[in-house]
């Protein structure tokens, strides 16, 4: 069996990335407080500072929403 390296871009690793940190902190919400694997103040950083930026810029639209944008 061989292993063929499939090239992926940078944007698609972010993405994944995104999903996989908001699944950790799905996780991490249902477990009891005693059982959880983050400290508290990791879960505030990916959750309230991390996560946010990322889905930003994952989600960014260069798209101009109004003729002054389009123009300057």
């Known amino acids: 069996?061989?292993?063929?390296?499939?090239?992926?871009?940078?944007?698609?690793?972010?993405?994944?990335?995104?999903?996989?940190?908001?699944?950790?902190?799905?996780?991490?919400k249902k477990r009891h407080m005693m059982d959880e694997h983050l400290t508290h103040s990791m879960r505030d950083l990916l959750e309230y500072e991390i996560i946010p930026l990322l889905e930003a810029e994952v989600n960014y639209d260069p798209t101009p929403q109004t003729s002054y944008d389009f123009f300057h």
Not at 10 to 21: G, N, P, T, V
């Open 1 to 28: 069996m061989t292993f063929q390296l499939q090239q992926e871009y940078e944007s698609a690793k972010l993405e994944r990335i995104l999903k996989d940190l908001q699944a950790i902190i799905e996780r991490e």
